[in-house]
């Protein structure tokens, strides 16, 4: 065998069909399309048209709400935290903010912050500056002799403070307080507001 022999096996590669290019073609004419009709137009994208019949996506039943404004953040385990001091990448003495911990490799970017999540066991004594952090993580850090930062609560503060100083410029009377949910759906626009004050 030589090179100029070579060929890839019978039926390995099949050729485009060049429709619409006359009888002989097999496919002339019409090009497979059938008969008239809205079809065999180019331009059509009919998707989920039912012939004006109530289509199955608008048939079907809808949970949820995707709030384009809530925070993505960086989460990040106790364990893996122990892990990168154990190995001497993060220095437990120091603070420990988003910044250090991508620096030592525990988590690829900060995102819109860190938050600490509490699984595995934590040995060092951390100082942690964070976005926000999970109650279990808090228990833990603080029973090693830690302390936790969070600054959801104080950009959540420097947010009502102003929303208060603005309604006392108007006359209005304070908003009442909302129900208490998840931190995680704070909007990406409360926490730039919270910076600029």
Do not use: C, H
Request: no cysteine; proline share 3%; hydrophobic share 40%.
């Amino acid at each position: 065998m030589k090179l100029n022999e070579i060929r890839d096996n019978e039926g390995a590669r099949k050729s485009r069909l060049r429709v619409g290019r006359g009888p002989g073609s097999g496919k002339g004419k019409t090009a497979g399309r059938g008969v008239k009709g809205q079809k065999s137009r180019s331009g059509v994208a009919i998707g989920g048209f039912e012939g004006g019949q109530m289509p199955l996506y608008m048939r079907m039943p809808k949970r949820g709400f995707n709030n384009a404004n809530a925070l993505k953040l960086a989460e990040v385990n106790l364990w893996r935290i122990q892990e990168a001091i154990d190995a001497g990448k993060l220095d437990a003495k120091a603070e420990i903010n988003g910044a250090a911990l991508v620096a030592a490799g525990v988590i690829r970017r900060e995102k819109d912050g860190v938050r600490v999540l509490g699984e595995g066991e934590l040995k060092s004594k951390l100082n942690l500056v964070v976005w926000s952090a999970t109650s279990g993580a808090i228990k833990a850090i603080e029973a090693a002799g830690g302390k936790v930062e969070q600054q959801r609560i104080a950009a959540e503060a420097k947010a009502a403070a102003r929303v208060e100083k603005r309604n006392a410029e108007k006359g209005k009377a304070p908003a009442p307080k909302a129900p208490k949910g998840d931190e995680n759906k704070i909007s990406a626009r409360a926490k730039r507001t919270a910076a600029k004050a």
